[in-house]
């Protein structure tokens, strides 16, 4: 059967130093130590922070440190102490805790019925299916099963199967964490999850409630008041393409522009490599690609009452295609912006 779980995020910058250190290896160091099942360290490509200077990967001299996401998963004591350890160093971010479900070692995962659910699955970037890249066949099978969009997140560092694993540049990189994000009804996606147990190298899979705020174009449904009195923040998240534009540029680019500019505290933008969203087949670069075909997510959290706000932002980029949830976090470290009403002291890694 499924446990129940804790996932750790840390959202910092990739030049961040402590202790003389890369923060990225104390914070994966960290997480590797508590003994988690999983873990990814992954590399924005664009975002800013509280203090909003931008990063960027498409100008070079706006494209020293971007934006990185750390996220762990695990049994939920083992996981608080890594984020307990991870909230107490010295440095200008957050850290967040949230309550998942672990699937056991075949995948199974308890869910059913057809409210919306998000499907998280760590498996070894080089790995194969039947000929195919493991996490192609997995977006495939979750088509199939009708889920709203899924996109895969190459990692840099991570862990899987109980070891480290760290990109090598002339590696082959095979057992480096990937990161397959989806988004669908609970029964059928949980159900996929099941499919996992004959993956090569294994795989850590996780599940967890979200609200679909909007889907296609379709008319914006924001969330209710929060089940949880205790949750200081949410999180949005936009799924979408870099195929598609509003006003001329990809809609993550004009996201994290137009939230900049509304005042969010932060924002960070993640580049996939394989993908839907909606009704639109998998898609990915290819040799002949002239221009990137590849899935896009953007992030901002912020406390409910601020995320209104950036909810309306996000409809507007949103006209006729993407898709955008919201998560409850009820818990942050350091909790001091619980009573100050800051959300994001510097998400997206930059000063």
Not at 69 to 84: D, K, Q
Not at 118 to 135: D, F, N
Not at 258 to 270: I, K, Q, S
């Amino acid at each position: 059967m499924s446990a129940a779980g804790v996932k750790v995020s840390a959202y910092f910058g990739e030049r961040d130093l402590v202790d003389g250190r890369f923060l990225a290896e104390r914070v994966m160091t960290e997480l590797d130590r508590a003994g988690l099942r999983g873990a990814i360290l992954m590399r924005g490509v664009e975002g800013f922070g509280r203090k909003h200077l931008r990063r960027t990967d498409r100008l070079l001299t706006l494209s020293e440190d971007l934006p990185v996401i750390a996220l762990g998963v695990g049994e939920s004591e083992p996981a608080l102490r890594a984020a307990e350890r991870i909230g107490a160093l010295p440095f200008d971010g957050i850290v967040t805790t949230e309550r998942i479900r672990l699937a056991d070692a075949g995948g199974t995962i308890a869910a059913a019925g057809d409210e919306p659910a998000k499907l998280s699955v760590y498996l070894g970037r080089g790995r194969r299916i039947a000929g195919r890249p493991a996490h192609e066949w997995l977006v495939s099978r979750l088509r199939d099963a009708g889920v709203e969009g899924a996109s895969v997140l190459l990692g840099v560092d991570g862990i899987l199967a109980g070891s480290r694993r760290r990109a090598g540049f002339f590696a082959r990189n095979a057992d480096v964490p990937a990161l397959v994000v989806s988004v669908g009804r609970a029964g059928p996606t949980a159900a996929v999850a099941g499919e996992l147990a004959e993956l090569p190298g294994g795989a850590v899979v996780t599940f967890e409630r979200v609200h679909l705020c909007k889907r296609d174009g379709g008319p914006l449904v924001p969330p209710g008041p929060s089940p949880d009195a205790e949750a200081p923040l949410r999180r949005l998240t936009l799924y979408s393409s870099e195929q598609a534009h509003v006003a001329g540029r990809p809609v993550h680019v004009e996201a994290v522009r137009r939230l900049r500019a509304a005042g969010a505290d932060g924002a960070t933008a993640l580049r996939g490599v394989w993908g839907f969203d909606g009704p639109h087949g998998p898609h990915g670069d290819t040799l002949r690609s002239l221009r990137r075909r590849v899935p896009t997510l953007t992030v901002t959290i912020d406390t409910p009452e601020r995320c209104e706000r950036w909810l309306e932002v996000l409809d507007g980029l949103t006209p006729e295609r993407g898709l955008i949830t919201c998560e409850e976090i009820p818990s942050r470290l350091p909790p001091d912006a619980r009573s100050t009403g800051t959300s994001q002291s510097r998400p997206a890694g930059t000063s």
